[in-house]
Nanobody, 112 residues
């Protein structure tokens, strides 16, 4: 299983970014794709997840600003109204049969 993420970068406060992550390889069709983030010295925290059936979850801190979506084995994170506190390394994650597979992180920096 491999996950390839893209879309991070530098954006001003109030701006938008869109992250993408494609999962490839062989894995069970019932799974969850999601995004997590982690800052220096911090625990990795959930941002949003999406099942294949369309159910989604969000961290309270991003509700109303971020939108997760997926098309088969690709997951997207549309991030609007970005704040400096959203600055982190973002990781995509495939959860399947009680295992988590992680992509490489992509840096998101929100700064003026």
């Amino acid at each position: 299983v491999q996950l390839q993420a893209s879309g991070g970068g530098l954006v001003q406060p109030g701006g938008s970014l869109r992250l993408s992550c494609e999962a490839s390889g062989s894995f069970f069709r019932i799974n969850v794709l999601g995004w997590y983030r982690q800052g220096p010295g911090s625990e990795r925290e959930l941002v949003a997840t999406a099942t294949g059936g369309g159910s989604t979850t969000y961290a309270d801190s991003v509700k109303g600003r971020f939108t997760i979506s997926r098309a088969k084995n690709t997951v997207y994170l549309q991030m609007n109204s970005l704040k400096p506190e959203d600055t982190d390394v973002y990781y995509c994650c495939l959860s399947v049969l009680r295992r988590n597979y992680w992509g490489q992180g992509t840096q998101v920096t929100v700064s003026s």
